[in-house]
């Protein structure tokens, strides 16, 4: 059974920094896609960042703030967040798109962390 074990988060002033990870483990042939979503209150899910084998996508709304990294022989997906708002509150959600055989493919959700940015 593949989990997603996020880790990291907390409480943090504006303008701090935060480092968010997120441990795969589980019967796995191959992770494609890693990225984070987050979810403010009364608000949808959001894709915040996005890794592939080999490009990076990130929501216009962090862009040279937060930089989204993996290394694949542990794993691991990371956020480092840099210059946090308090716009950046929410639970912040790790996602993954992987094979468990080679021909079959699932999405796959962390549990969650909450990211709390005060003024």
């Known amino acids: 059974q593949v989990q997603l074990v996020e880790s990291g988060g907390g409480l943090v002033l504006a303008g701090g920094s935060l480092s968010l990870s997120c441990r795969v483990s589980?019967?796995?042939?191959?992770?494609?896609?890693m990225g984070w979503y987050r979810q403010a209150p009364g608000k949808q899910r959001e894709l915040v960042a996005a890794?592939?084998?080999?490009?990076?996508n990130y929501a216009d709304s962090v862009k040279g703030r937060f930089t989204i990294s993996r290394d694949n022989a542990k794993n691991t997906v990371y956020l480092q967040m840099n210059s946090l708002k308090p716009e950046d509150t929410a639970v912040y959600y790790c996602?993954?798109?992987?094979?468990?055989?080679?021909?079959?493919?699932?999405?796959?959700w962390g549990q969650g962390t909450q990211v709390t940015v005060s003024s």
């Open positions: 996602n993954a798109d992987i094979n468990t055989r080679r021909y079959q493919a699932n999405n796959y």
């Open positions: 589980g019967s796995i042939f191959r992770i494609n896609t």
């Open positions: 890794i592939t084998a080999g490009s990076t």
